[in-house]
T-cell receptor, first 111, second 114 residues
């Protein structure tokens, strides 16, 4: 079956680095996404991994290990505006592109 | 501006009164999907559509219907709403095979069923 696990909440300090982990079990893996969701708003796309390794995009990086069913999102030089929920999502299926989401990690950035 | 538009944004209704939440996208995306978001449970997929006249159930389809008669529109229908359908609903679209094929979300529709 499908299962995506990520921590419920994390707290970090402005200017620091934080790593949000995600483990998953799925059939027919077809890519892993990270989305950011501010309170009361829609999720927005952050990053995508389909091959093993690190993808870097500015202050945000995402890592994938398909053999371990593991990903992490790394946020550097944290800013107050990074306080949000971070959603790990797995796309599966070779025909239908069904995307399953984890419950999300609420990140609190403190001064 | 590329966007996914949902209506209504907020709705309070009563048990059993049929309602439709509309979703429209202007990006010519083949794929569209409906999710509900509940505290502690995250986004759960209700229905999705790979293209016109092609729809399939997600993880929580009970009590919902969808249709995809046109590429841009994907309405969500609650024939007889019940209180357990009180939730925040998101419509999303994407173009699988174009770049990451990431989902673009509408602003959400907060539904309360009394």
């Amino acid at each position: 079956g499908q299962n995506i696990d990520q921590p419920t909440e994390m707290t970090a300090t402005e200017g620091a680095i934080v790593q949000i982990n995600c483990t998953y079990q799925t059939s027919g893996f077809n890519g892993l996404f990270w989305y950011q969701q501010h309170a009361g708003e829609a999720p927005t796309f952050l990053s995508y991994n389909v091959l093993d390794g690190l993808e870097e995009k500015g202050r945000f990086s995402s890592f994938l290990s398909r053999s371990k069913g593991y990903s992490y999102l790394l946020l550097k030089e944290l800013q107050m505006k990074d306080s949000a929920s971070y959603l790990c999502a797995v796309r599966e299926g070779t025909g239908g592109f069904k995307t399953i989401f984890g419950a999300g990690t609420r990140l609190f950035v403190k001064a | 501006e590329a966007q996914v538009t949902q209506n209504p944004r907020y709705l309070i209704t009563v048990t059993g009164k049929k309602l439709t939440v509309t979703c429209s996208q202007n990006m010519n995306h083949e794929y569209m999907s409906w999710y509900r978001q509940d505290p502690g449970l995250g986004l759960r997929q209700i229905y999705y559509s790979m293209n016109v006249e092609v729809t399939d159930k997600g993880d929580v389809p009970e009590g919902y219907k969808v249709s995809r008669k046109e590429k841009r529109n994907f309405p969500l229908i609650l024939e007889s709403p019940s209180p357990n359908q009180t939730s925040l609903y998101f419509c999303a679209s994407s173009r699988p095979g174009q770049g990451a094929g990431e989902l673009f979300f509408g602003e959400g529709s907060r539904l309360t069923v009394l």
